[in-house]
């Protein structure tokens, strides 16, 4: 199976919105509720950001927000801030695998 | 507080093998599925295995069936992942993490280096 679509980078002004994409198939993105956001930092483990598309685990600030439109899921970062520079990354159940997307790297100006 | 807490990383030669355990804590070990994921260096996330709370479904990923070992012990609250014919290409930092369809918690990773 093939990994998700994400493009690999974005980039924002302190402040503003930036909305990372997650393409998939029916067979992954489309066909289950299950997808999910991380957040990794250099050198450090990832963090889950958002989960079941839109869920946000609790202490993620809301400014995180996620959906989903056909095999399309995106991650919305509202009000960027600097700390908010790092990788993303979005999975997807499969069936008997899970699928993660070539990750994005969000670049705050 | 969940805490997954990984040891066994290191260098190995092409072919070799080597185990990595990870002690969990904080949760009920025997009902969460557990999963493997890697990242090569300067790469994106690999899922690799995943085993479920009473070890009865276990998956693989086509890249390391037959080759890699999934298995947990629950009197014991851990997580391990026998590798073997290792290659180059499975230079990366293997990450434990709780889940299945949704990865919440992750350790701290281990590094394994495959080279001669």
């Known amino acids: 199976q093939s990994a998700l679509t994400q493009p690999p980078s974005a980039s924002g002004s302190p402040g503003q919105s930036v909305t990372i994409s997650c393409s998939g198939t029916?067979?992954?993105?489309?066909?289950?509720?299950?997808v999910s956001w991380y957040q990794q930092h250099p050198g450090k483990a990832p963090k889950l950001m958002i989960y079941e598309v839109i869920k946000r685990p609790s202490g993620v600030p809301d400014r995180f927000s996620g959906s989903k439109s056909g095999n399309t899921a995106s991650l919305t970062v509202s009000g960027l801030q600097a700390d908010d520079e790092a990788d993303y990354y979005c999975?997807?159940?499969?069936?008997?695998?899970?699928?993660f997307g070539g990750g994005t790297k969000l670049t705050v100006l | 507080e969940v805490q997954l807490v990984q040891s066994g990383g290191g260098l190995v030669q092409p072919g070799g093998s080597l185990r990595l355990s990870c002690a969990a804590s904080g949760f009920n070990f025997n009902i969460y599925s557990m999963t493997w994921v890697r990242q090569a260096p300067g790469k994106g996330l690999e899922w690799l295995s995943h085993i479920s709370g009473s070890s009865t479904n276990i998956y693989y990923a086509d890249s390391v069936k037959g080759r890699f070992t999934i298995s947990r012990d629950n009197t014991k609250n851990s997580l391990y992942l026998q590798l073997n014919s290792l290659r180059a290409e499975d230079t990366a930092v293997y990450y434990c993490?709780?889940?299945?369809?949704?990865?919440?918690?992750w350790g701290q990773g281990a590094l394994v280096t495959v080279s001669s």
């Open positions: 993490v709780r889940g299945r369809s949704t990865i919440d918690y």
């Open positions: 029916s067979s992954d993105v489309g066909g289950y509720d299950y």
């Open positions: 999975s997807s159940y499969a069936g008997s695998s899970v699928l």
